[in-house]
């Protein structure tokens, strides 16, 4: 496609339930980033994939949190047993590599909200 | 923990003047810096990287980075309503793998 496709839009979803998000990056893009925003903070980076190397997982914040990239393309994102401060938007980006590996152009993100 | 300071603002220019946007990093080693437009209530979008001292222009938009002060900013010339949004400065990690992006200044422009 055109640009990162992420879904679903909005999820809402109750306390201690799992939940998978999904994003597909652009076409030709070997890096996939995970990064989440919550009101009034600044970006967080999450995980990182770059091809067939092992991912970036340090800024996982807890073990209920998970990722995978299927055939170096789709990721899905996968909150265990939801808490109320997992509610946030998360951003799934993606970038082509060379010099600007790491200018990363974002999807639309998917608002999370656990109540 | 790599630190990326902005100040939060809001900004506030009025139509036609050069908004000057500011941030600060913390690691001397950083070496990737990029600016992000975000819109409210949608994603980041990117504007400008930059990777050596001096300038980079593209259009109305002008990136400064001076690494011995550790030091990156952003001019908007001409500014529009339209560039009325949070700009989010971010810095490469210390992995080299992911940015980290400062809390973003609220840039308002009145016409």
């Known amino acids: 496609g055109a640009g990162v496709s992420q879904s679903p839009s909005n999820k809402v979803t109750e306390k201690g339930k799992d939940v998978e998000l999904r994003c597909d990056p652009i076409?030709?893009?070997?890096?996939l980033y995970w990064y989440r925003q919550s009101l009034g903070q600044g970006l967080e980076f999450l995980i990182y994939?770059?091809?067939?190397?092992?991912?970036?997982k340090s800024g996982l914040p807890s073990d209920r949190f998970s990722a995978e990239r299927t055939g170096g393309s789709v990721s899905t994102l996968t909150i265990q047993r939801t808490q109320q401060e997992d509610s946030a938007v998360y951003l799934c980006?993606?970038?082509?590599?060379?010099?600007?590996?790491?200018?990363?152009?974002f999807g639309q993100g998917t608002r999370l909200t656990v109540v | 923990q790599k630190e990326v300071e902005q100040n939060s603002g809001p900004l506030s220019v009025p139509e036609g003047a050069i908004a000057s946007l500011n941030c600060t990093y913390s690691?001397?080693?950083?070496?990737?810096f990029f600016w992000y437009r975000q819109y409210s209530g949608k994603s980041p979008e990117l504007i400008m990287s930059?990777?050596?001292?001096g300038d980079k222009e593209d259009g109305r938009f002008t990136a400064q980075l001076n690494k011995a002060s550790q030091y990156v900013s952003l001019l908007i010339r001409d500014s529009q309503p339209s560039d009325s949004a949070t700009y989010l400065c971010?810095?490469?990690?210390?992995?080299?793998?992911?940015?980290?992006f400062g809390k973003g200044t609220t840039l308002s422009v009145s016409s």
């Open positions: 690691d001397r080693g950083s070496q990737s």
């Open positions: 930059i990777y050596s001292n």
């Open positions: 971010a810095v490469n990690n210390q992995a080299g793998t992911a940015l980290i």
């Open positions: 980006a993606s970038s082509l590599g060379g010099q600007d590996f790491l200018a990363a152009f």
């Open positions: 076409s030709g893009h070997t890096a």
């Open positions: 994939f770059q091809g067939n190397s092992a991912p970036d």
